[in-house]
C-alpha cells in the first residue's frame, strides 16, 4: 500500500488544530494560520499553567522537540523560569531592548543603538543558540570571528561587553542563564597614550573655553578637565547629582557600572552655579540641556575642544589631546599635587585598580631625575669629588 505524503500546505478549515505527542503527554504540534507546525508545550505546574513555543517544524524535528520538552519540565522541578532553557540568544536581544526601551533611562536608550551595530555582527548560528547552552567555546570563536575582520582588541571587548550585556538584563527578567562572558578574559588593548595637556597650557585652554561661542560644551569641558570626570558622564550629568555645597557631584553609574562620587574643586563653584540656573531657567532636570537632542543633553563636545587645541598650538604649545586625555591631565597633575601618591589618584578617577590608574601617568624625565636627586641626598651620597 502506498502512503501519500503529507502537504505542507494546512487547509484553512486545518488552523490551529492541536494534535498531542504520542510519547510526551506535554507536547503538541498545533498547526497555525500561516501554516506552519509549531511545537508547543503545555503543562501546569504547582498551580501555574504555562504555554510555551518551543520551536517550529520546518527547522526542529520532532525528536528535537521532546529534549526540549524535557528541559522545560527539569526547569519546572528545579523552580526555575520554564522559558529559559527554550530563551535563544536573539530572543534575549529582543527582551533586552525591550526592557531598556520601557525602563532604561535616557543614556542607556541612547546607547541602545551602538548595542545593536555591535550585535549585528554575531553570526545567525549564534543568535539562534540557547542562551544556556552557549559555552565559553562558542563565545571565543565569535569573538576571534570579529578579529579576523581587521577590527582593534578594544572593539572585540566591546562585543564582549555587549553580550554580556544582554545576559545581565534577561537575568533580572527572572530568568537564571549563567553568564559564560563573566568567564572570559578581556583581551589587552594596547591603546595607552602618553598625550597631556602641558600644566603651563591649562590655564590658557580654560580662558579660550571661557570665550567659546558654545558655552555649554565649553563648560563640560572645564570639568572634565578639572575633575577627571569621563566625557559621557559629565554631558549627561543630572541637576541632582550637584551636592548642595557644588564640591561633590554624584554619578549613579559610571563605566564600571558601580557608583561613584567624584570631588569638584573650589574653582569650578561659578561654573556649576551658572549650569545650576541656566537648567532651572529651561525647566531642564539635565546641567547639559539640548532641545535638539534626542537624549535631552548635548552631545560630544568635539567641536569646542578642537577650537581651543588650534589656539593653543597657534601660541606654540604644539599638543595633540584628545577629549579624553583631559582625564589623563587632571589624573597627572593630581599625582604632582598629591606627592606622588599614586593611590589618591586611583580613589580620585573612581578606578578599581591602582594598575588601571598607571596607565594613565606620565613621569616626565625631567621629574625622574629630580627624584632620583632627592633620593640620592636622603641616603647622605657625597661628591666622589670630596
Known amino acids: 500500500m502506498k502512503v501519500k505524503p503529507q502537504k505542507n500546505n494546512i487547509p484553512k478549515g486545518m488552523a490551529n488544530v492541536t494534535v498531542q505527542d504520542a510519547i510526551l503527554s506535554n507536547l503538541f504540534s498545533e498547526h497555525r494560520k500561516s501554516g506552519e507546525i509549531a511545537h508547543v508545550f503545555r503543562g501546569q505546574h504547582e498551580g501555574t499553567r504555562h504555554v510555551i513555543t518551543i520551536g517550529h517544524a520546518s527547522y526542529m524535528s520532532l525528536q528535537e522537540a521532546r529534549k526540549e520538552c524535557l528541559l522545560i519540565l527539569e526547569a519546572l522541578k528545579d523552580g526555575k523560569n520554564p522559558k529559559a532553557a527554550t530563551l535563544t540568544f536573539e530572543k534575549g536581544v529582543e527582551l533586552a531592548n525591550e526592557w531598556t526601551e520601557k525602563h532604561g533611562t535616557k543614556t542607556q536608550r541612547a546607547d541602545l543603538n551602538k548595542q ?5 555582527v554575531l553570526s545567525p548560528l549564534f543568535l539562534a543558540k540557547k542562551m544556556g547552552s552557549i ?3 562558542d563565545l571565543r570563536q565569535e569573538l576571534e570571528t570579529y578579529k579576523k575582520t581587521g577590527v582593534s582588541d578594544a572593539t572585540v571587548n566591546r562585543l ?3 553580550i554580556s550585556r544582554i545576559y545581565r538584563i534577561v537575568n533580572s527578567l527572572g530568568y537564571e542563564i549563567p553568564n559564560k562572558c563573566l568567564k572570559i578574559k578581556r583581551r589587552a588593548e594596547n591603546n ?6 602641558p600644566a603651563e597650557a591649562i590655564p590658557k585652554y580654560r580662558d579660550y573655553l571661557k570665550k567659546d561661542s558654545n558655552w555649554l560644551a ?7 578637565v578639572y575633575t577627571g570626570i569621563r566625557c559621557g558622564n559629565v554631558i549627561s550629568m543630572t541637576v541632582d547629582m550637584v551636592s548642595s555645597c557644588l564640591r561633590k557631584i554624584h554619578l549613579p553609574i559610571t563605566k564600571s557600572g558601580k557608583p561613584f562620587t567624584a570631588s569638584s574643586p573650589k574653582l569650578l563653584i561659578p561654573f556649576l552655579q551658572e549650569l545650576l540656573d541656566n537648567a532651572r531657567k529651561k525647566n531642564s532636570h539635565f546641567l547639559f540641556p539640548s532641545e535638539t537632542s534626542s537624549t535631552g543633553h548635548i552631545s560630544s563636545p568635539r567641536g569646542s575642544h578642537e577650537r581651543a587645541i588650534k589656539a593653543l598650538n597657534a601660541m606654540g ?11 589623563r591631565t587632571f589624573a597627572n597633575q593630581l599625582l604632582r599635587a598629591c606627592g606622588g601618591n599614586v593611590f589618591k589618584v586611583s580613589q580620585a578617577l573612581g578606578h578599581s585598580s591602582v594598575i ?5 601617568l606620565n613621569i616626565r624625565s625631567d621629574e625622574l631625575d629630580e627624584a632620583v636627586n632627592l633620593a640620592a641626598e636622603g641616603m647622605g651620597l657625597e661628591s666622589l669629588a670630596a
Open 317 to 327: 604649545f604644539n599638543v595633540d589631546c584628545t577629549i579624553h586625555d583631559l582625564r
Open 218 to 224: 565649553a563648560y563640560a569641558l572645564i570639568i572634565m
Open 356 to 360: 588601571v590608574t598607571m596607565r594613565y
Open 135 to 137: 559555552s565559553e567555546s
Open 160 to 162: 564582549l561587553s555587549a
Open 192 to 197: 595607552i597614550r602618553t598625550n597631556t595637556l
Open 116 to 120: 545593536k551595530s555591535r550585535l549585528r
